[in-house]
T-cell receptor, first 114, second 109 residues
Framework: SAVISQKPSRDICQRGTSLTIQCQVD?????MFWYRQQPGQSLTLIAT?????????ESGFVIDKFPISRPNLTFSTLTVSNMSPEDSSIYLC???????????FGPGTRLLVL | QKEVEQNSGPLSVPEGAIASLNCTYS??????FFWYRQYSGKSPELIMS????GDKEDGRFTAQLNKASQYVSLLIRDSQPSDSATYLC?????????FGQGTELSVKP
């Protein structure tokens, strides 16, 4: 498995502002994924971040709202832009280790938008 | 039709009983299947993977796969109150995990 950290662990933000969430893993990984989990719901994939290329976004998610960076094989950021209360959720980073077809999750970032 | 279907529960079992969690999936191209456990307020934790038809046992957990029926299950023997959590079924398809809605399990002492 991999040890994954996320910063911040939680935040309270005002509407209209932006928040950047960081995801750091202790080993090189192939893919990094960003999910959203709203209260009482399952996981919704936002985008897949592959090092050296543009992120691939799922239906309903756009780069202007959720810009993603993946500067190297151990780090990625997700920005939630121009936030509204509907963006209040848990944001989870997950990683796919090299030569492994599975994912491990970070501890998540709890976001509340007022 | 959802890509991955699970009974939402809650599934309530007494301590020491067998808990049976079921999952069906629609993508016949899926070859790898995973079960995650998520405690309230925590992130998902990988507990089982299965790739071939049949059973795979790991401690008190047994995963079962039937690709012809597009069916995956997770059995938890000798259920403990600490097993109370939401269990997420996730086939690997098209380069990513496809998550079900999860089944909430409650083990009563």
């Amino acid at each position: 498995s991999a040890v994954i950290s996320q910063k911040p662990s939680r935040d309270i933000c005002q509407r209209g502002t932006s928040l950047t969430i960081q995801c750091q893993v202790d080993s090189q990984v192939t893919m990094m994924f960003w999910y959203r989990q709203q209260p009482g719901q399952s996981l919704t994939l936002i985008a897949t971040a592959n090092q050296g290329s543009e992120a691939t976004y799922e239906s309903g998610f756009v780069i202007d709202k959720f810009p993603i960076s993946r500067p190297n094989l151990t780090f990625s950021t997700l920005t939630v832009s121009n936030m509204s209360p509907e963006d209040s959720s848990i944001y989870l980073c997950s990683v796919e280790p090299l030569a492994a077809e599975t994912q491990y999750f970070g501890p998540g970032t709890r976001l509340l938008v007022l | 039709q959802k890509e991955v279907e699970q009974n939402s529960g809650p599934l309530s079992v007494p301590e020491g009983a067998i808990a049976s969690l079921n999952c069906t999936y629609s993508d016949r191209g899926s070859q790898s299947f995973f079960w995650y456990r998520q405690y309230s307020g925590k992130s998902p934790e990988l507990i089982m993977s299965i790739y071939s038809n049949g059973d795979k046992e790991d401690g008190r957990f047994t995963a079962q796969l039937n690709k012809a029926s597009q069916y995956v299950s997770l059995l938890i023997r000798d259920s403990q109150p600490s097993d109370s959590a939401t269990y997420l079924c996730a086939p690997w398809a098209r380069g990513k995990l496809i998550f079900g809605q999860g089944t909430e399990l409650s083990v009563k002492p």
